[in-house]
């Protein structure tokens, strides 16, 4: 999973990376930028120098890792917090990476305070990184492009069984993750129809979620009867039952 974090935090810092990251950023900033609290987390800050919450409006933010430097040292599958404890995490790319990206969800929503929110940036599968990624893996090497990338969709059924709704997909770096050809198409019209007409393109996604709060409505109680119970017939008592004569 380091190996992998490392390759991301290499992509990012390319000219195709750096691109890709700014317009990460924008939509990140925008999201955070009205959500507030006391805590947020940052789960491997690959994407960004300094992180994607250096301008969150919440008072204390950190950096979670396996190794150092970092804030807290620990597996993204075993969060060290309390149920309940934090008001924002930040996932970018800790899905793709993972071993085990059912139970990061899990941590990420026992961690969340009521009404706290996840940020998840992910490589999106139905886009020109999508087919990149198959050549790359067709050519069996070992890399981050190599590595399972999970649908938009996918991702949104396990928030949403997890109790993580009112969710909120974004898009970015909509042209092919290879340098000559950003260049050849940011100059002509095809870049500029890609990134305005099939913003659903875009090579990473950045998808907002929030913890649904636990209702306290109490449920009316609903009578059943006995014959209802068991089909056809209605179970007689017979312990403690005394026959006459």
Known sequence: MQKHAEEIKQFYQTQV?????????????QQCASIFGYYALELDDV????????NS???????????????????????PFEND?????VLPHSLDIADD???????VERCLVPDGYVIIIGFNLFSFYGLWHLL??????????????????RIRDWC??????KIKVS?????????????????????????????????????VAHKRIARLTPLRRRWVRPEHLIPGKITKPSIGMRKNG
């Open 160 to 165: 949403s069984l997890l109790g993580l709704d």
């Open 171 to 207: 898009y970015a770096a909509h042209l092919p993750p290879i340098q000559r050809v950003q260049r050849l198409l940011s100059m002509q019209w095809l870049g500029r129809f890609i990134e305005q007409r099939l913003r659903y393109s875009g090579g990473v996604y950045v998808m």
């Open 17 to 29: 990376g750096v691109n890709a990251a700014r317009a990460i950023e924008k939509i990140v900033w």
């Open 101 to 107: 990206p059912h139970q990061v969800l899990r941590e």
């Open 57 to 79: 409006m919440i008072a204390k933010t950190l950096v979670l890792k396996s190794e150092q430097p970092a804030d807290v040292i620990a597996q993204a599958e075993a969060l």
């Open 47 to 54: 994407v960004a120098e300094g992180g994607l919450l250096k």
């Open 136 to 153: 790359q893996k067709w050519r069996k090497r070992d890399s981050i492009w190599s590595q399972r990338f999970y649908s938009v969709g």
């Open 85 to 89: 404890s934090i008001d924002l995490i």
